[in-house]
């Protein structure tokens, strides 16, 4: 009988979804903080929207400038472990059989089961390398074009997210009705966004939805909070 072939299905982005998540979400609660902590000492949008769009500058190239360096640091840390275990394969190759053997052990094999492989290994370098970084020090080689692809995408959506909470206030000349418009959207955009989150991870998405609501419109109402008293 003729048989259906299995394909597996993997979800594969998940850094580019966490600094979407990352950017999106330091959007949407940092702008509407400052915004609504200044509605109480303004009362016309304008000197808001200024204010709104410099901050949505400054931390969209903050936030960028993060994601660079963090990913940046991770590929240094990969390179230098990288070089010490091709010295240690190279220069302790009884140690490194040894740890290979312990981590198959992990894995509920026994020394004799795993004798072949830890024999195999020993006899090509580079793949014993690439065991050791990925098994033993639980590192995957990361995209050269990380740092500067994690950059762009952070900051793009933290200025996706910005504009969203501080949208009423270009539409709207009076500050308070711009600010209750802005909490209405804010939460909106946050559920929109959560849902959207957990079709792409593969969580619920209606307990994404609103998991992602509760946690930051929490967020927001915290850093609203900060903003008014020092306002």
């Known amino acids: 009988m003729p048989q259906t072939p299995h394909v597996e299905r993997h979800f594969t982005a998940g850094e580019r979804v966490r600094d979407v998540v990352i950017g ?39 936030m960028g400038l993060g994601g660079y360096l963090a990913a940046r640091s991770d590929a240094e840390h990969y390179a230098s ?10 220069e302790k190759p009884a140690v490194e059989a040894d740890e290979v053997t312990e981590v198959f052990r992990s894995y509920g ?36 074009q990380r740092a500067l692809t994690s950059a762009l995408t952070i900051a ?11 949208a009423p206030y270009l539409f709207l000349p009076t500050a308070p009705t711009a600010l209750s418009f802005s909490v209405v959207v804010t939460l909106v955009a946050l559920t929109a966004f959560g849902y959207v989150k957990g ?6 998405p209606v ?24 306002a």
């Open 24 to 62: 999106m979400s330091d959007g949407l609660t940092v702008p509407f903080a400052l915004a609504a902590g200044l509605s109480g000492a303004v009362s016309t949008s304008s000197i808001i929207v200024t204010a709104g769009l410099a901050e949505i500058a400054a931390g969209s190239i903050a």
């Open 81 to 90: 472990e990288r070089v010490r275990e091709e010295t240690e394969v190279r």
């Open 109 to 144: 094999l026994s020394a004799e089961e795993s004798a072949p492989v830890v024999e195999a290994l020993r006899k090509r370098p580079e793949a014993w390398v690439e065991f050791m970084m990925r098994f033993e020090l639980g590192l995957e080689k990361p995209d050269p």
């Open 156 to 166: 793009g959506a933290y200025i996706a997210g910005g504009f969203i909470p501080l």
């Open 199 to 204: 079709q792409f991870t593969g969580a619920a």
């Open 207 to 230: 307990r994404s939805a609103l998991q992602t609501a509760l946690i930051g419109g929490l967020a927001a109402a915290a850093a609203f909070g900060i903003a008014r008293a020092i």
